[in-house]
């Protein structure tokens, strides 16, 4: 359902990728751009409870890691640079949403378990995606899971900004807990997924 909704999306980019790149704009740049943004966005408006302006900065920008890549294959540029580079800003951003989300009730959200809650959601998607890099890096594949970054990232926004905007705190208790279960269980399916294959190949 994401990636249809990621193709759709990336028809309509597609212009915007068009005109960045007639004006010169590298897909580098856009990458920068829309990981400062994330970042701003997310450790500005979250800790401050403005979460669903917070999410709508944030969203904009989100977009540019879409654009950044159709510049790079429109441009030929695509390399094992701007693919290192998109993901490691990648990781950078989802820390900040959540971050911000930690901040919140760290401050004036005051709610140590949240925060708490929170922190295994930043710490548990930097785990699965660290486990696929590592699988990676030793020939084998560690794709996959309950909870992949695209999930995690469109369920905190959307009930985040929800949370916002109708004044329902609820929404986020309930998607922080949902997620950071999520992510330990598709961490651990990670490390099974690399075990069976080490254990294949042996």
């Known amino acids: 359902m994401l990636e249809r909704f990621r193709e759709t999306w990336a028809k309509i980019m597609t212009p915007i990728a068009d005109l960045l790149l007639r004006?010169?704009?590298s897909p580098d740049a856009v990458t920068f751009v829309g990981t400062i943004g994330v970042s701003a966005g997310?450790?500005?408006f979250f800790p401050r409870g403005e979460f669903f302006v917070g999410v709508l900065v944030v969203t904009l920008f989100v977009f540019s890691d879409m654009v950044d890549g159709i510049m790079a294959r429109k441009s030929g540029r695509s390399s094992a640079w701007g693919a290192f580079l998109?993901?490691?800003?990648d990781r950078i951003g989802d820390a900040a949403v959540f971050g911000g989300i930690v901040l919140w009730y760290g401050g004036e959200g005051d709610d140590p378990v949240l925060m708490v809650v929170a922190l295994c959601c930043l710490v548990g998607g930097q785990l699965t995606s660290y486990a696929r890099a590592r699988a990676e890096a030793l020939g084998m594949e560690a794709k996959g899971g309950i909870a992949e970054r695209s999930d995690r990232l469109v369920a905190v926004l959307v009930m985040?900004?929800?949370s916002?905007?109708?004044d329902l705190p609820i929404l986020m208790t309930i998607v922080l807990w949902v997620l950071a279960v999520a992510s330990a269980i598709t961490v651990v399916q990670r490390i099974l997924m690399v075990r069976r294959q080490s254990l294949a190949g042996a």
């Open 164 to 166: 916002g905007l109708f």
């Open 23 to 25: 004006l010169g704009v």
């Open 86 to 89: 998109d993901s490691t800003l």
């Open 42 to 44: 997310a450790l500005w």
């Open 160 to 162: 985040t900004g929800l």
